[in-house]
């Protein structure tokens, strides 16, 4: 397949790349006028993979294609538009979503006006890009995460001049503000703090495909969740790839202690953050938090590995011995805090004894939640050049051992909420029986309960009867 010489394609080195620049701020966005009309009588489907900060990037795209007149719809087969926004933080997130364009096939041979277009952190991968160029034809627009407020024109390239088109910048990255924004959730919203990352654990892909640590203005944070305020929304989750990080790049005298503070005094009833690195995590954030009965006592903390070693050749910054001081401290001085987590395991010649020290940690904090996962290679990664002589049979086992752990745990601390009172904000009827409302408690925890004139995004007190390992079931009081 030939490379158009107008093409972008992606380059990690270049990705790579940290200068001192400052970053440049766009407040102003406008349809430009061929492109402004292009989406009437048109159809979109988006589908999301991956972290919150895409679930938003989402919601931005769907935005921009609202103001060209698109509508949106909820069956790819009736779109004329399909955008993939794609995860790259593991293999399989990559696999899912070539399975999907793979069933889109069928819609493109049926018709060669159908759009289908792949964006986000997999558009950032050399390889990947490659891939698709040759082996996906009816893929006809990929573009990364740079480049979200240039859909209009890139639209109007591919669907009205019939070009191919790939545009794939790899770059510090601006801090855009004012992009239109088509909310998925009524009551419940994410607002973005910061874009990119600057820390490079050596396993992850992120800061390639995301860029460099920005900041956006706390007046501007404030001005958004504050109009969320006003239109009714019930909780709000401030968004980076590690919010600790929030106003370093900006020089200024307020971190992020500071905005979770601001933030709390306007007053959201439910305010909640994602995600904290443990190196930089601060008493005043601590004391922020045990502060204001609106910021939600949950914290999620991951901690990747259990052992010294491995944390450092992960590029972690902190020990197992700093990790565990943090946790205690984050779990005595917040009442009632509940404290999730990120494990990876199969990390590049991973010990039988380092993987003990994992289990050993996660036995000493029984966490309430875990996310884990086996080592996945990333290109370009400093990771995914170290030697690793330990078998995929011993990896996936050790993924076994880990979550039977984890799992009895979560189950025991599960058993202490029997027989509270706890606020949970509706979410709606459950999925499987409409007489039973689901929603989540100040903790995070899922709780599926029956009651009478439950309203979705109401904050209702409900009696816990029985408690499983990912949930509680109970009764409206
Ligand atoms: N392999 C496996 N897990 C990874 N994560 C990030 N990169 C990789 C990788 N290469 C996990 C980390 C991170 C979470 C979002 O995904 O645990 O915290
Ligand atoms: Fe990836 Fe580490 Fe940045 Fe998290 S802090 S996004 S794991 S590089």
Redesign the pocket.
Known sequence: MKIKADWILPDLKQAQKRTKKEVERIDHFEIPENARFIGQGKKYYISTFGCQANERDSETLAGILDMMEFVPCDDPSQADLVLINTCAVRQNAEEKVLGEVGNLKRFYRDNKDFVIGICGCMAQEEALVQKIITTYPQVRLMFGTHNIQDLPNMLYRVMFQHERLIQVYSKEGEVYENLPVHRFGNYKAWVNIMYG?D???TY?I??YTRGKERSRTMDQVLKEVQELKDEGYQEITLLG??VNAYGKDLHTDYDFATLLEETAKIGIPRIRFT?S?PWDFSDAMIDIIAKYDNIMPFVHL?MQSGDSDVLKRMGRRYTAESYKELFDKISSRIPNVAISTDIIVGFPNETDEQFQHTLDMVKYCKFDNAFTFIYSPREGTPAARMEDSISKETKSKRLAILNKTWNDFALEKNQAYVGRTVKVLVDGPSKKNENVYTGYTDTNKIVNFTGENIAVGQIVDVKIECAKTFSLDGKAV
């Open positions: 990352c820390k490079f654990c992850c992120v800061p790839q590690n995600t690195h991951p």
